[in-house]
C-alpha cells in the first residue's frame, strides 16, 4: 500500500465510521461525521450558488481559523510586558525565522475578516435573509442579532490586537479608542479605567487587551459562532431555500394503481388519495457530500492563498517604540474607525456656553443608534415572504436604498480618514504630500 | 396541633415544603453566581495603581528656563514668566493626544472671553486638528473645552517647585516666587 492511500485510509478510521456506497449511505454519514456535521444531507442549488452568498460567511470563518493557528504561534513568541513586548514583536519581524510572514498573515487576515463580516451583514440584509420564510421553527431575526454581535466581537478582537505591538501606531490609536469609549455619559470614566486598569495606558492595560485578545474574546466568539450557524441549520438553511420553495412548480404523479376491495371482489381502479402531485424539491436538490464540501474546500484554499500573497507583499508594519509623550501627527485609530473619527472630529457642538464633545457624539451616540437600529430593523421590517432570500427584492426596494446609503456614507468616511487626511487632521488629497512636521517639542 | 400541613408534592394553594426548598435552591445558586461575578469583576478594578504620582517636585524656580518647558513624561507645560510661574496640561480635552506648543510667526491680537490679550504661541493638537490659545483657551476643532490647569507650589522643605496635578486651578492662577 503506498503512502497517499494509507494516509486516506487512516484520515477514514478517524473521520467516518464506515465507508459510503451510495449517496444515500453518505448522506447518513454526514449526521455521523466530525468535520461535516454542519452540513444537511442534501442542499439546494441556490444555496450553493456563488452569486446568491458570494460565501462570505465561509470565507470569515476560514480567516478565522488562520487567525486562530497564527494567532496561537505567535503566543509563544510574544510576551505581553511593557518592557518586552516591543522587543518581542521586533523580533518576530526581523529574527524569528517565518516570523514576519505569520505576523502578516496575522494583520491582514484580521483586516480582511473586518471586512468580509462587514461585507456578509451586508449580503444578508439586501437578500433579506434575516426575515422569516415559511420554514416551521424559524427564527431568522435572532440569527441576525448574533451576526451583529458577532461583528461587534471582530471589531473587538482587532482592536485589541492594536495595541500588543506597543509601537506608537497601537498606543495612540488605544489612547484615541479608550477616550471614545470615556465620552459615553455616566460611567465613561469608570469605563475607561476599568478597561485600562488604571487612568494611563500601562502594564495594566497591556495585559487586560492581551488576556481579551486571546482568550476572552475568541472564547465568547467561538461559542456564538457555533449558535450562529446552528441556527442557519435550524432555520432552514440559507433564505434562499425558502425562495425557491415558493418557486417550486408541482407536477401530477403518474396515477398508481390500487387495489380496492368491494363486495364483489377486488376492482382494479386507481384511488384518489394516490393521485398526487409532487414538487420539484428533490430535482432542485444535490447531496452535500461532495457538492457543498467542494465549494468549502475550494472557498478555503483560495482565502488562505490570498492571505499568504498579501501578506507577501505588504508586511506588517512597526513603528517606533510607544511613547506617551509624543503624539504622532496625524494620529489615527484602526482604518474600521477613522469613519467614527471622522465624525468625531466634525461633530462638538456648543449651544451657548453647553459644548457637547464630539467624542459622544461620534464616539458613542451614533454608534449606538445604528447598532440599536440593526438589532430592531427584523422586527421592523413587515415586508412579504416574497422578500425573502432574494437579492434587492422590489418590495424592500426603500429600506435597502436607505441601508446602502448609510454604508456608503461610511465607507467614504473611512476612505477620506484614511487616504485624506493629514497632519492636524486636514484634508489633503490622496496624491498630494503632506508637509514636513517636527516631531518633537 | 392542628395546622394544615401541605401534601406532598405541593397542590393546596399555599408554598408546599417542595417547592419552597426548590425556589430556596434556585435563589442560592443565583446569589452564587451573583456573588461570585461581583468577585470576578472587583477582583479586576485595581486598588493600588503604580502609577507616577500626581505631586512631584521638578527643580527650583531659579533653575527653570524662561518661558515654555514641556516636562515629556508627564506630557505638561510649565511656564515661568518672571516671577510668576504657571503649568498647563499638555493633553487634548477632545481625545487625549499631547498638544504641540507652536510659536507664531508674529503676535496675534485676540479676543479672549471679552479680554484682549497679544499672544506669542499656540497649542494644536495632531490628532483632530483642536487649536487653543496660549491660555489654553480652545478656539478651533472638535476641543470642546480648554486646556486644564494644574497647581504649581512651593515645596516648604527644598523651595523646589511641586506640581499638583490632581488639583486643577482657573486660569488666573499664578505662583508667583
Redesign the interface.
Known amino acids: 500500500m503506498n503512502v497517499t492511500a494509507s494516509l486516506r485510509s487512516l484520515y477514514r478510521k478517524l473521520t467516518w465510521t464506515w465507508n459510503p456506497q451510495s449517496d444515500k449511505e453518505a448522506g447518513d454519514a454526514i449526521v455521523k461525521n466530525l468535520l461535516l456535521h454542519w452540513f444537511p444531507n442534501k442542499i439546494t442549488k441556490g444555496s450553493l450558488s456563488w452569486g446568491y452568498s458570494f460565501y462570505l460567511g465561509t470565507i470569515s470563518f476560514v480567516l478565522l481559523v488562520i487567525l486562530v493557528v497564527t494567532g496561537v504561534i505567535l503566543m509563544f513568541l510574544y510576551v505581553p510586558s511593557v518592557e518586552r513586548a516591543y522587543a518581542t514583536v521586533k523580533d518576530i519581524e526581523f529574527t524569528v525565522s517565518f516570523g514576519w510572514v505569520l505576523r502578516a498573515m496575522h494583520r491582514i487576515a484580521a483586516h480582511l475578516m473586518v471586512a468580509t463580516v462587514f461585507l456578509h451583514m451586508v449580503r444578508v440584509f439586501l437578500t433579506g435573509a434575516y426575515k422569516n420564510g415559511s420554514s416551521v421553527g424559524a427564527a431568522r431575526p435572532l440569527n441576525w442579532i448574533v451576526g451583529i454581535v458577532l461583528l461587534i466581537l471582530t471589531l473587538l478582537l482587532s482592536f485589541t490586537g492594536y495595541l500588543l505591538p506597543w509601537d506608537q501606531l497601537a498606543y ?1 490609536a488605544i ?2 479608542g479608550t ?2 469609549a470615556s465620552a459615553a455619559p455616566l460611567v465613561g470614566k469608570s469605563l475607561r ?2 478597561l485600562l ?4 495606558i ?3 492595560a497591556l495585559i ?1 487587551f492581551y488576556v481579551l485578545h486571546v482568550v476572552f474574546l475568541p472564547g465568547l466568539l467561538f461559542l456564538l459562532f457555533s449558535y450562529h450557524m446552528w441556527r442557519v441549520r435550524k432555520d432552514g438553511g440559507l433564505a434562499i431555500v425558502d425562495h425557491e420553495a415558493l418557486q417550486q412548480t408541482t407536477e401530477q404523479a403518474a396515477p398508481v394503481k390500487a387495489k380496492t376491495y368491494s363486495l364483489l371482489g377486488i376492482t382494479g381502479q386507481t384511488s384518489v388519495h394516490v393521485r398526487t402531485a409532487v414538487v420539484d424539491e428533490e430535482k432542485n436538490s444535490v447531496p452535500s457530500a461532495p457538492n457543498l464540501a467542494r465549494r468549502v474546500w475550494l472557498v478555503t484554499l483560495l482565502t488562505f492563498a490570498v492571505v499568504l500573497a498579501l501578506s507577501l507583499v505588504f508586511r506588517a508594519p512597526l513603528e517606533s517604540p510607544a511613547n ?8 489615527k485609530a484602526p482604518w474600521y474607525f477613522l469613519w467614527l ?1 471622522e465624525i ?5 457642538v456648543s449651544i451657548g456656553s453647553f ?5 459622544f457624539v461620534g464616539g458613542v451616540l451614533l454608534p449606538g443608534v445604528l447598532i440599536i437600529l440593526a438589532l430592531w430593523w427584523p422586527f421592523r421590517d413587515r415586508t412579504g415572504v416574497n422578500a425573502v432570500g432574494v437579492w434587492f427584492a422590489p418590495e424592500r426596494r426603500w429600506q435597502n436604498r436607505v441601508f446602502i446609503a448609510i454604508c456608503l456614507l461610511i465607507i467614504i468616511f473611512t476612505f477620506v480618514g484614511t487616504f485624506m487626511r493629514g ?4 484634508l489633503f488629497w490622496p496624491w498630494e504630500s503632506w508637509p514636513e ?1 517636527p516631531v518633537k ?1 | 396541633m392542628n395546622k394544615p400541613s401541605a401534601a406532598p408534592g405541593g397542590g393546596t394553594g399555599a408554598t408546599s415544603r417542595r417547592s419552597f426548598v426548590q425556589r430556596l435552591g434556585l435563589m442560592g445558586i443565583l446569589a452564587g453566581i451573583g456573588g461570585f461575578s461581583y468577585q470576578a469583576f472587583r477582583s479586576l478594578v485595581p486598588n493600588v495603581l503604580y502609577e507616577a504620582p500626581k505631586r512631584f517636585k521638578i527643580g527650583t524656580p531659579s533653575a527653570l528656563a524662561e518661558g515654555a518647558t514641556f516636562l515629556e513624561d508627564r506630557r505638561l507645560y510649565v511656564f515661568k514668566e518672571g516671577k510668576s510661574f504657571y503649568a498647563i496640561s499638555g493633553a487634548c480635552t477632545h481625545l487625549g493626544c499631547t498638544v504641540k506648543y507652536t510659536k507664531l510667526q508674529q503676535a496675534k491680537h485676540v479676543d479672549i472671553g471679552g479680554q484682549k490679550k497679544d499672544i506669542a504661541f499656540e497649542f494644536h493638537c495632531p490628532c483632530h486638528g483642536s487649536k487653543f490659545y496660549a491660555d489654553g483657551t480652545n478656539y478651533a476643532g472638535p476641543a470642546p473645552r480648554p486646556l486644564t490647569w494644574y497647581k504649581l507650589d512651593v515645596s516648604p522643605d527644598d523651595g523646589q517647585l511641586l506640581v499638583d496635578m490632581g488639583t486643577e486651578v482657573d486660569q488666573n492662577f499664578r505662583l508667583t516666587v
Open positions: 495612540w489612547t484615541v477616550n471614545i479605567f476599568f486598569g488604571g487612568s494611563e500601562d502594564q495594566n487586560r506617551p509623550s509624543v503624539t504622532p501627527n496625524p494620529a473619527q468625531v472630529t466634525i461633530t462638538t459644548t457637547v464633545n464630539g467624542a497632519p492636524y487632521w486636514t512636521m517639542f
